[in-house]
């Protein structure tokens, strides 16, 4: 009996420090996240303009991370043919993240978490203390369409072009 207590205290104190994963028809948590282009960005008015992609990744700087945002910079038009915003987001302090936007010549915004709180509620932290590579697809309505947890960084942006199409985004009309 206090062993099963035990293992009971311990996931709930994870689950407050990790938060719970959301899934598909889940309602995506509301945000307001500043971005690497100075602007602060909120998803209920994100949503207005069409679906929403959260690329999170671990740690500005870091190998992989850095091979998602080339991906994502030289292929997002890709992911531009979609009614679809899309962003990377990681808890790194926003002056890591407009660094990092820069160094990479990333041609859309980064948006910082510093403080993990919008990273908990969608259950994407990592006991490291970094959010774990995951993307996360929001429709219109607020709804989770898809959440992604293994992610290939250097075909990124392929790979959510490819995710929006098979979620049945719309296109732009050219």
């Known amino acids: 009996m206090g062993r099963n207590r035990f293992f009971q205290a311990v996931a709930l104190a994870l689950t407050a420090i990790l938060g719970t994963a959301l899934s598909v ?6 945000f307001s996240l500043q971005g690497s282009d100075g602007k602060t960005y909120q998803l209920s008015e994100l949503l207005q303009e069409g679906a929403v992609v959260l690329a999170w990744y671990p740690k500005a700087f870091t190998k992989g991370c850095t091979i998602e945002c080339k991906s994502l910079t030289e292929n997002g038009n890709l992911i531009r043919e979609y009614k679809a915003t899309y962003f990377m987001v990681s808890v790194d302090p926003i002056e890591d993240v407009t660094k990092f936007a820069e160094s990479m010549s990333a041609d859309f915004p980064l948006l910082a978490d510093p403080d993990k709180s ?14 774990n590579r995951h993307n996360v697809y929001i429709g219109t309505d607020g709804k989770v369409l898809a959440v992604d947890t293994t992610v ?7 790979d959510i072009a490819a995710r929006l199409g098979e979620l049945g985004i719309a296109k732009h009309e050219s």
């Open 25 to 30: 028809g889940d309602s995506a948590p509301d």
């Open 118 to 131: 919008v990273a908990q509620q969608y259950g994407v932290m990592s006991p490291y203390g970094f959010s």
């Open 152 to 158: 290939n960084p250097s075909t990124a942006a392929e």
